[in-house]
């Protein structure tokens, strides 16, 4: 076989299965969020052109990922509060993201890349406001910057039907997490910091944990999977919110997910394929290292997510949308010290767009 042929002039195992290992990788944009509880984007789920290079002889890559969602369902633990849609007091976070990740493989099990995402959201609602009126509050701006090193356990080359890669990142506080803006009060106008779900960083140093994995389950079948911890071992930023010595500062908090699922390959001479997978995930009420002070809205989601790509030469194009089946907004560390339990407003659905190109 020729190792510079593009995945059209490949034999039709070898193109079935890059076809589905770059849908699997490809469905799986690094962009992931849930409204007030504030999960960012990930550096972990986009595959690396390592795995592929034998194939197309590529060495870079860059994948350009957009989600869009809406927040406005509130819950307290997996209850709904359904009154406040009915009142209409909820709050409303309308998100877009972009991250772009460039990555090099360094040969096909060994590879580097960095995710710099771009943030842009607007915050409406009424108790952040005169609790009349419905104002919004926005913040935009580049977030936290993640550098990733990857490596498959086994040589793609040699062992395509099944392979595991890990990874370990280091986050470098890049994004603002005190952006401004004015907030319309019963006192008139105030000038203060909007809310940490829209903040476009998290303010710490991190590092991240990451596993991902296919195997092949015939010509055109294949499962996919993938685990990412990030782990913020800083307790808070300097960004105040009130004079509250527990939660008077926006805590910096882990992140987890965890996705996994089935490609099928629907046509290997158009280079289209579609996939169908779980996707877990969310922040956790305490963090794998450090304490737990600070303000945060800890919860998570649990999605289907069904996902279509095509792949043409280098270029692939994906798009995702995981939609809600289970959202928890579990007790936050202040939470447990009160007694009392808060809410946080979830999407009902989010809309992954995705383009990869390698050379």
């Not at 290992?21 to 990930?42: E, I, S, W, Y």
């Not at 990740?101 to 943030?119: E, M, Q, V």
């Amino acid at each position: 076989m020729n190792p510079t042929a593009s995945p059209s002039r490949l034999a039709g195992p070898t193109t079935a299965a890059v076809t589905l290992l770059l849908a699997a990788c490809a469905a799986a944009p690094t962009l992931h969020a849930q409204g007030c509880v504030a999960v960012r984007q990930m550096g972990d789920v986009a595959c690396t052109v390592g795995a592929f290079e034998h194939a197309h002889a590529a060495r870079w890559s860059l994948n350009v990922n957009y989600q869009y969602f809406s927040s406005h369902r509130h819950f307290v633990g997996t209850d709904e509060q359904e009154h406040r849609a009915e009142a209409g007091t909820e709050v409303v976070n309308d998100t877009q993201q972009v991250n772009m990740r460039l990555a090099y493989a360094f040969s096909s099990r060994f590879s580097l890349a960095i995710d710099a995402p771009y943030f842009s959201a607007v915050r409406s609602s009424l108790y952040e406001h005169d609790r009349v009126n419905r104002h919004t509050t926005e913040a935009h701006g580049i977030g936290d910057v993640i550098l990733t090193g990857e490596m498959w356990l086994k040589d793609p080359k040699f062992e395509p039907k099944a392979n595991v890669a890990f990874g370990l990142g280091f986050k470098m506080p890049t994004g603002q997490t005190n952006i401004k803006d004015t907030f319309h009060t019963a006192n008139g106008p105030v000038v203060r910091n909007v809310d940490q779900s829209i903040q476009p960083g998290d303010g710490g140093w991190g590092f991240s944990m990451s596993a991902q994995g296919y195997w092949l389950l015939g010509r055109t079948t294949s499962l996919y999977g993938s685990i990412y911890y990030l782990a913020n071992p800083q307790s808070t930023n300097d960004t105040y919110r009130s004079n509250d010595p527990i939660t008077g500062r926006f805590s910096i908090a882990d992140q987890y997910q965890v996705r996994a699922g089935l490609s099928q390959v629907l046509s290997e001479r158009h280079g289209l394929a579609g996939s169908l997978g779980m996707l877990w995930e969310g922040v956790p009420s305490s963090d794998l290292i450090g304490d737990d002070l600070g303000f945060r809205r800890p919860g998570y989601t649990i999605s289907v997510e069904p996902g279509l790509s095509w792949m043409h030469g280098r270029h692939t194009f994906a798009v995702s949308v995981p939609i809600a089946i289970e959202r928890n907004r579990v007790r936050s560390y202040a939470d447990k010290l009160t007694g009392r339990h808060g809410d946080a407003a979830f999407a009902d659905y989010a809309v992954n767009v995705g383009y990869g190109f390698r050379w």
